[in-house]
């Protein structure tokens, strides 16, 4: 049997990981996500979006993401993906996506500051070029961006 596929984690991802999974929760990337974003703790930002009605061990519907954000002091924006494609070199430029690699591909050509990236099931942030989740190296389609401020 081969080796599994080793996961590059950024150090912030495996500090919040190892909270998360202390708690027994199975379900929390959106918790990662906004924890990540803001810079909160993930137990911080736990209790917060389960008083906001995240139920553990089930996905976090998009209006409660919205609101921890809100209490914490952050503001969104869409963002849409070819806003940052648009700055990828050569021919990368005429790409019709933005997926969870790219980042960390284009790091000089991602924008600086924060971004929250949806897949299908999944949010992630990215911290200045930065994928400050499971999902580095792997091509998961983007179905919705925003910057945090």
Not at 51 to 57: A, E, I, Q, S
Request: with cysteine; proline share 5%.
């Amino acid at each position: 049997m081969p080796a599994p596929k080793k996961i590059n984690k950024s150090e912030l991802f495996k500090s919040i990981e190892t909270a998360a999974r202390s708690t027994g929760d199975n379900a929390f990337c959106a918790v990662v996500a906004v924890a990540a974003a803001t810079g909160e703790s993930f137990e911080g930002v736990q209790r917060l979006m389960d008083d906001l009605g995240r139920k553990r061990g089930q996905g976090t519907p998009t209006p409660i993401i919205e609101k921890a954000l809100a209490q914490l002091g952050a503001e969104i924006e869409e963002i849409a993906p070819y806003d940052i494609i648009k700055n990828y070199p050569g021919v990368h430029a005429g790409l019709k996506s933005v997926t969870t690699h790219q980042p960390d591909r284009f790091s000089k050509r991602w924008p600086s500051g924060v971004f929250m990236i949806f897949t299908a099931g999944h949010v992630l942030t990215v911290i200045d070029g930065e994928n400050i989740d499971w999902t580095r190296g792997r091509a998961m389609r983007a179905k919705r961006i925003w910057k945090v401020s």
